[in-house]
C-alpha cells in the first residue's frame, strides 16, 4: 500500500539523518541522571509518597483515592479534591482565580483558541515550547514570532500592529525549555501596559524552582498581578500530573465555558488532584532546595565556559550545543555508558544544527557528581 511505502520512506529519512527517536527504558539501571524535570527531588522522595498515603484515613480512601473520576470536570467529575487544590493555588498567586486542566499541552492548545478570534492578533516567542505552537496554528487568530527575546522586535511589532487588531496578545516562557535562559518578564510587563496587550507566561520550568515560595518568575520579579494569565504545571517540578492557569474570574468562568480540552476531557483522578495539593504544600517550603539549584546550575555553567564548551542560559536547564545530530546521539551514549543519563535533543525540537546535550539538573546533585560528569563530558569531547 501507497501509505504504508510512504511510513517506511519517513523512518528511513529520519534514520539517514540521525533524528529517529524510540522509547527510552532507564528501569533497573543506575545513572546520574541529568535529564530529569524532578527539579527539587519530590518526585524522588519516598518519605513524601508515605506521609501522603498514611494522611487519609479508612474512611476517606473512597472519595480521595479513586483512580478515575469517569467523566469531565463540567459533568460529574468535578470532585472536591479540585476546590481544595484551586484553593491552595489561589494562595499562593495572591489570591487570584486558579483552574486546573489535565496537563500543561491541554493548557496551551486549548487557552488561546478559546480567548482569541480572527480580529486578534498574537505575538509569540519563536522558542516557545511546540505545545504554544499548536494553540498557535489551533486558535483562529493571526500570528507572528518575533526573535528569541528580541523585545526591541516585539514593540516594533506591536507599535505596527496596535491599531488594526481588536486584541494583541503577548505569549512568552519564562524559562525556555531548550536553552534555560530567562525572560524579561519586567520589559514584558511593561510593553504590555504600553500597548494594551493581553500577556500569557507559560511558567513550566520555573514552578517550584524560582521565587520565595516557588511560583516561578513571576513571584521573582513581584509582577503575579501584572500577567493577564501564568500557566504552570503539576508535571515537572511538582511532581504530579496537570495544569492550571492563574488569572481573573471572569477569564476562569469564560474559560470553564469555551475551552475545548479542559470541556471535553475527562477530569484527573481525585488521587492525583490530591497528591497535588500535598505536594504542593511541600514545594513552597523547598527554599534551601531552591537554593542549591541555582548555585548548581551557576557552578556547571561558569565551569563548561572555563573550557571552552558552548552552552547557554541562566538557570538550571543548561544546553550543551554540540551542532550535528549524529555527534550528539554519539556523545550521549558514551555518557550513558559512562553512568550519567543525558538525552540528544534535535531537530525539529531545537534549529537545525544546533543539536545538544540538555542537562537538567536537580536538587538531589551533589557538587562531586556535578564535577565528575563535567571531567568526564570533557574528556569525551576531547
Not at 33 to 49: E, H, P, T
Not at 77 to 84: A, F, I, K, S
Request: aromatic fraction near 8%.
Amino acid at each position: 500500500m501507497k501509505f504504508y511505502d510512504n511510513i517506511t520512506e519517513r523512518l528511513e529519512q529520519l534514520t539517514d539523518h540521525d533524528r529517529l527517536r524510540s522509547l527510552k527504558n532507564t528501569a533497573g539501571e543506575w545513572r546520574l541522571n541529568l535529564s530529569s524535570n524532578d527539579y527539587i527531588g519530590a518526585a524522588a522522595s519516598d518519605v513524601w509518597q508515605r506521609e501522603f498515603y498514611q494522611s487519609v484515613n479508612n474512611s476517606e480512601l473512597s472519595d480521595n483515592f479513586k483512580l478515575t473520576s469517569s467523566s469531565s470536570r463540567l459533568l460529574t467529575g468535578n470532585h472536591p479534591g479540585y476546590r481544595q487544590l484551586e484553593a491552595d493555588l489561589s494562595l499562593l498567586y495572591d489570591g487570584r482565580e486558579a483552574l486546573v486542566f489535565n496537563s500543561g499541552y491541554h493548557a496551551n492548545v486549548g487557552i488561546l483558541p478559546a480567548i482569541s478570534n480572527p480580529k486578534d492578533l498574537i505575538l509569540s516567542d519563536k522558542l516557545n515550547h511546540a505545545s504554544i505552537i499548536d494553540g498557535l496554528r489551533l486558535s483562529d487568530a493571526k500570528f507572528k514570532r518575533y526573535h528569541h527575546c528580541d523585545y526591541d522586535q516585539l514593540e516594533q511589532l506591536l507599535a505596527s500592529n496596535v491599531a488594526d487588531y481588536r486584541q494583541i496578545f503577548i505569549i512568552t516562557e519564562s524559562v525556555f525549555s531548550m536553552d534555560g535562559d530567562i525572560a524579561d518578564l519586567d520589559r514584558l510587563v511593561m510593553l504590555k501596559k504600553r500597548y494594551n496587550a493581553i500577556l500569557i507566561v507559560d511558567e513550566a520550568h520555573a514552578v517550584g524552582v524560582f521565587g520565595k515560595n516557588g511560583a516561578g518568575i513571576c513571584e521573582d520579579c513581584g509582577v503575579i498581578d501584572e500577567i493577564d494569565i501564568i500557566i504552570g504545571t503539576f508535571g515537572k517540578a511538582l511532581a504530579s500530573l496537570g495544569a492550571y492557569a492563574i488569572t481573573n474570574s471572569e477569564l476562569k468562568k469564560f474559560l470553564i465555558n469555551k475551552m475545548r480540552p479542559l470541556i471535553f476531557t475527562t477530569a484527573l483522578p481525585p488521587v492525583i488532584v490530591n497528591w497535588s495539593s500535598f505536594i504542593l504544600k511541600k514545594i513552597i517550603a523547598c527554599r534551601d532546595e531552591r537554593q542549591h539549584l541555582q548555585q548548581l546550575g551557576q557552578l556547571c555553567r561558569d565551569e563548561l565556559t572555563k573550557r571552552g564548551i558552548d552552552t547557554r542560559g541562566t538557570s538550571h536547564i543548561i544546553p550543551i550545543i554540540i551542532g550535528d545530530d549524529k555527534k550528539s546521539v554519539v556523545l550521549a551514549e558514551k555518557l550513558r555508558n559512562e553512568g550519567f543519563l543525558v538525552f540528544p535533543i534535535r531537530p525539529p525540537t531545537v534549529p537545525p544544527n544546533s543539536s545538544r546535550l540538555r542537562l537538567s539538573l536537580h536538587a538531589g546533585i551533589n557538587e562531586h557528581d556535578l564535577e565528575e560528569f563535567i571531567d568526564c563530558l570533557c574528556n569525551l569531547i576531547g
